[in-house]
């Protein structure tokens, strides 16, 4: 079981990245697909899932800048980040976890099946 994120870095606030994750080792389809981001001096925060439907789901602090998508021929979940605010800094790691029929928005990593090394995004001028 692996999940490989990338497409971190530093941008300027109001600019935009695309974070992918890669998964292998299970069955992807039949996932649930998170995005969990740690911030410094604050505990995780769940920011965005898709559930194996594709319905989407989104916290308050990004619903309406960023974009969850998944692609299941590639085994890949998306999160597309614009109108980037120093707030967004953090690492973000992607989680998967066996559907259950409802998308389990979770912080911490034991309620996931899998969960990814991170990727850091620096939102700074």
């Known amino acids: 079981v692996q999940l490989v994120e990338s497409g971190g870095g530093l941008v300027q606030p109001g600019g935009s990245l695309r974070l992918s994750c890669e998964a292998s080792?299970?069955?992807?389809?039949?996932?649930?697909m998170n995005w969990v981001r740690q911030t410094p001096g604050k505990g995780p925060e769940w920011v965005s899932g898709?559930?194996?439907?594709?319905?989407?789901y989104y916290s308050n602090s990004v619903k309406g800048r960023f974009t969850i998508s998944r692609d299941n021929d590639q085994n890949t979940v998306y999160l597309q980040m614009d109108s980037l605010t120093p707030e967004d800094t953090g690492v973000y790691h992607c989680?998967?976890?066996?559907?259950?029929?409802?998308?389990?928005?979770?912080?911490?990593?034991?309620?996931?099946?899998?969960w990814g090394q991170g990727t850091q995004v620096t939102v700074s001028s």
């Open positions: 080792g299970f069955e992807f389809a039949k996932y649930d």
């Open positions: 989680a998967g976890r066996r559907s259950i029929g409802t998308l389990v928005a979770a912080t911490e990593q034991n309620l996931y099946h899998a």
């Open positions: 898709i559930d194996r439907r594709a319905e989407t």
